[in-house]
């Protein structure tokens, strides 16, 4: 989160790579449909996780995550001039405004804009194997992510945020975004 920086103010990471996931096997996979019952029955049991090989580089699953900014212009105006790699050929063209405008349109979208499929720029070790992970990351400015939370504007975020998710290590948590999140949790 170090390189996204300067104005992002919070962040969190959710889905399968940032939580551990057991693997279903395909042949003890059950009917599609089933009862929970026997979806529990379709994973291994833990200890035999262990004799399982690491995923190979190429398939890591994904980090995803969400920053929040103070200033959304401000955070693509950076980002485009550092990374430009991380932004569309449409984005990178027509600038940061662009992107902050789109991000925060009452028309389109949720409030938030993502770049997907980005080179992590930490190089991580599996087994034998050093890679870079992929990420994608949206980008959501803190008013619109309170608002989202705190009255299901768009529930996109505030769906999300009912799944598990964790705060990024490193940055303080903002008082007003984790008492929006706990209303958004008791609705």
Not at 18 to 42: L, M, N, T, Y
Not at 92 to 105: I, K, M, T, V
């Amino acid at each position: 989160v170090d390189s996204f920086q300067p104005g992002v103010v919070h962040a969190i990471g959710y889905g399968s790579g940032v939580f551990v996931q057991q693997p279903v096997r395909a042949e003890s996979a059950g009917p599609k449909g089933g009862s929970a019952a026997a979806a529990d029955q379709a994973l291994p049991p833990p200890e035999d996780n262990a004799s399982e090989p690491a995923p190979a580089p190429d398939d890591q699953p994904m980090i995803d995550l969400i920053l929040t900014v103070s200033d959304s212009n401000a955070f693509h105006e950076h980002m485009l001039a550092r990374y430009p790699s991380h932004y569309s050929a449409l984005a990178r063209l027509c600038g940061p405004r662009f992107c902050a405008n789109l991000q925060r349109s009452e028309r389109y979208g949720a409030g938030v804009y993502f770049n997907p499929l980005v080179d992590s720029p930490v190089t991580a070790k599996t087994e034998n194997h050093r890679c870079r992970r992929k990420i994608k990351y949206g980008i959501v400015q803190t008013e619109d992510l309170v608002d989202d939370l705190t009255n299901w504007r768009w529930l996109y975020l505030a769906g999300r945020m009912q799944k598990p998710t964790v705060n990024v290590d490193g940055l303080k948590e903002c008082a007003h975004i984790a008492d929006a999140q706990r209303q958004n949790l008791d609705m």
